[in-house]
């Protein structure tokens, strides 16, 4: 049974984390007494399902369901986990957790504030055992940080349930170890801003020659690595040590203008805003959000890539989501096996809005990967030293898979020996083959790297499916070259 | 005729401008009395070459010829642009331009100076109205960012052909209107450094939380899109007026300790570095410097299949060699053309420690598609409505690839006609081929998806390279069907 999520407050902030929630698996009851509410949470609900799943190489669960309760009680009756993100005051943050409160108890209860301590979010509270910071980056739905800060007065294991509800909707949960205005990051973007509103004031750069400085140069940086790691590199051989040396000293330079705070009046808020719209006003906001939505993806299908950074908590959930399907089992039937199931997901396509090539070879590697499985030459059988190489593959390109569709690849072996499988690959969306790749693997002693027969125990597995299919009809594919004369 | 690009001053930020240089076919003469200064620059080199041409999709042009010379007149002597970057010591650097100056008239002269402003470069100067401040940021040979401040005392039109001669190298020349100390970027770094070196100090926060605050969250954000532009999309409908009458009030908030600098003792040093030492330390330094590049050539990537900041950078640079490399004929040489470089990453590998085999057909889409893009037919051409979609496929695995192999993609025209490419391309470890795939493509109308001639132009770029290939020999493995006898 779906778990529950209790959204209070919904706004950008609120409907990122009913959307994480959704996407994710989870039943999801929002209460706020906004009438527009539940328009402008389905806006981030639309942005979140054309990007989140992106991220995935695991098919995703069945959306869980969003409720838009008329009561708060309604909301939180039976929530396994509650956050809120209602108005920063403090005192409206107190109400609701007194009525929160009043119908549900021990369950996790985090707050997305961005200016307020736990101890003060605890303050007069019924349980401040509860009670804690989960401070969310927009869009809440991608970026996977979440500053999670107790207080003297939390319950530790809470707060370790708290972590690990975060990590299961593919949160990176940063446990704060004591408590400070503002957390950690917004304390380094409030600082940057501070220098920023100088530098437009007095005229040194606009709005738009301070994003490039910042997206051309030291921004790239830290979406990968932080300050220090940085700094670390720079050190180079002489080390960090050297680094913090020769740096130092710059900290009593005239640099900053941190010491005062610029006036923020109509006037400077004029120049940003108009510049800001000189900069970017050729976008809607919708717009900007998809394209950012869009480059996030990017950066962070590029850190998956490399088991790096965001990329590894992407990893990590695709691993957690995958332990909870089962392989079917396949019997040597007189039929292609059925060995793959997959969908074609966000971020599988190409510009032409359709499937990349390398994904159909992708998703026959899945089919072929399964049948050695079946065969028992999977991954054990490869840690003690041979495994089944592809040698040759010809590929017939039939059909266009599109976003969403439910592909399964079948293998048909067309024939085998003691060191080579020859098999016949469909990848097909219900009946239609949209690709089909005749493969040759050949049998390899890895340490000498030599062909070899494979062990009687495999062939024990494999002779009975190739006999099985024997009578199948041959592919009129199969022995194809390319550019053969159909 | 190669331009001569003088580079006075090595280490890091000097060898990094050189790689730079002369990857993008300058010729580099440097100069740095330093002993170690050629093994130094030596490494930042081959960093570059492992990552710098990852970043293109139109062949690289022939590098430079790097000469380490003797003395700084016979480094600067007949150069076209110099850049300084010797230490941060003001004497130092005005000797430096004093002996330039006696040797070299006109020639802009560009200090990548982090700390003067270019009136205090200019002192004392026999000729200060080409001297002026070209500030990159690490690594010097990937990040496009170059902060070109001038005084009051520069000459307008060196400051534009300085600015025009960093884009031809792939940068992002950021022109800075008021000379300031650290010019803007900088300013920033030192902000949040300020700040992060409290929350250190404070038991807070240590280098590593402090670090995946950055990079899981805003730092994600900040490669694509800076403060200002992430704000007014926060801002929503309601706009930036609205973001910043929310925002303007917080400053008065006690949120940071940027009155104060923090005492830089040696117990600070000692708690930083023992630190980073527990967070970063099971890496060397060479290896951080390649996952770093790896990182950044992924954001960047991603950016340019999106034409989105330092990624609009990269396709305008594309755009302007290409242009080059067809008025060279270097499409119409009688060789396959090297369209591709890769670099085989953690993400590609399989349980057998080699390349997956997808990621052959990835690398092989990444070769054809510089292809299609070569002669016309690619992103715009395929928005108007037409499109080459492959057919068919033949793949020859031959070898293995591992992680960290540099691989380029080759493609030799078999045949053409005027729907279909009959390629074949090989995916290289230098000249090792590790796999082989021949290809049909076919030209087709998206809209009635039917196949049909290519337009005029396209076939106008197609035909001569056919013509070029016409006598290369024919591949063994063309025409091969799978299982075929060798």
């Known amino acids: 049974m779906a778990r529950k999520a209790a959204i209070i407050g919904g706004g950008v902030i609120g409907g990122g984390w009913a959307a994480r929630f959704l996407l994710n698996g989870w039943d999801v009851a929002v209460f706020d007494p906004d009438p527009q509410a539940e328009r402008k949470i389905g806006e981030v609900m639309a942005n979140a399902r054309a990007a989140l799943p992106a991220l995935s190489d695991v098919p995703m669960p069945a959306e869980g369901r969003i409720t838009f309760c008329g009561t708060l009680t309604e909301a939180v009756e039976g929530a396994d986990y509650i956050q809120e993100s209602v108005s920063e005051r403090l005192d409206l943050k107190h109400r609701?957790?007194?009525?929160?409160?009043?119908?549900?108890?021990?369950?996790?209860?985090?707050?997305?504030?961005?200016?307020?301590?736990?101890?003060?979010?605890?303050?007069?509270?019924?349980?401040?055992?509860?009670?804690?910071?989960?401070?969310?980056?927009?869009?809440?739905?991608?970026?996977?940080?979440?500053?999670?800060?107790?207080?003297?007065?939390?319950?530790?294991?809470?707060?370790?349930?708290?972590?690990?509800?975060?990590?299961?909707?593919?949160?990176?949960?940063?446990?704060?170890?004591?408590?400070?205005?503002?957390?950690?990051?917004?304390?380094?973007?409030?600082?940057?801003?501070?220098?920023?509103?100088?530098?437009?004031?007095?005229?040194?750069?606009?709005?738009?020659?301070?994003?490039?400085?910042?997206?051309?140069?030291?921004?790239?940086?830290?979406?990968?690595?932080?300050?220090?790691?940085?700094?670390?590199?720079?050190?180079?051989?002489?080390?960090?040590?050297?680094?913090?040396?020769?740096?130092?000293?710059?900290?009593?330079?005239?640099?900053?203008?941190?010491?005062?705070?610029?006036e923020f009046n109509d006037e400077l808020v004029d120049l940003i805003a108009g510049q800001s719209d000189a900069q970017s006003g050729k976008y809607s906001i919708r717009e900007l959000e998809r394209i950012r939505d869009q480059n996030l993806i990017g950066f962070m299908r590029a850190l998956k890539d490399r088991n790096w950074g965001a990329g590894k908590v992407l990893l990590e959930h695709d691993e957690r989501r995958r332990a909870t399907f089962h392989d079917a089992g396949a019997a040597a039937t007189g039929a292609p096996l059925v060995l793959a199931n997959m969908q074609v997901l966000p971020g599988w396509i190409d510009y032409n809005g359709h499937m990349t090539e390398s994904r159909y070879l992708f998703a026959a590697s899945e089919t072929s990967d399964a049948f050695l499985r079946l065969i028992g030459a999977g991954m054990d059988y490869v840690a003690a030293g041979h495994s089944y190489y592809t040698a040759e593959t010809h590929i017939m390109h039939l059909g266009e898979a599109k976003l969403g569709d439910r592909l399964t690849g079948t293998l048909q072996v067309l024939g085998v020996d003691e060191k080579r499988i020859h098999a016949f690959i469909r990848i097909q969306r219900g009946d239609t083959v949209v690709a089909s790749l005749e493969q040759m693997f050949l049998h390899v002693d890895m340490k000498v790297g030599k062909a070899c027969p494979a062990a009687p125990e495999v062939l024990a597995r494999l002779n009975p499916i190739a006999q099985a299919h024997a009578g199948l009809p041959r592919p009129d594919a199969a022995g194809r070259h390319v550019g053969q004369r159909k």
Chains 1, 2 share one sequence.
């Open 96 to 262: 609701v957790f007194a009525q929160i409160q009043q119908a549900s108890h021990g369950v996790p209860i985090g707050s997305s504030t961005s200016g307020f301590k736990p101890s003060e979010l605890q303050e007069n509270a019924a349980d401040p055992s509860v009670i804690f910071v989960a401070h969310p980056f927009n869009p809440v739905y991608l970026l996977p940080l979440a500053e999670v800060v107790p207080s003297a007065r939390s319950d530790a294991k809470v707060i370790e349930k708290a972590k690990e509800i975060l990590r299961e909707i593919g949160m990176f949960p940063l446990h704060v170890r004591k408590e400070i205005d503002a957390h950690i990051a917004d304390r380094f973007l409030e600082a940057v801003w501070r220098e920023a509103l100088w530098l437009v004031k007095d005229g040194v750069a606009t709005t738009e020659e301070i994003d490039e400085a910042i997206r051309m140069g030291f921004g790239l940086r830290w979406g990968q690595m932080g300050l220090f790691e940085t700094y670390r590199i720079a050190g180079g051989e002489a080390g960090m040590k050297h680094f913090l040396a020769q740096f130092g000293p710059c900290l009593t330079w005239p640099w900053t203008k941190l010491m005062d705070v610029p």
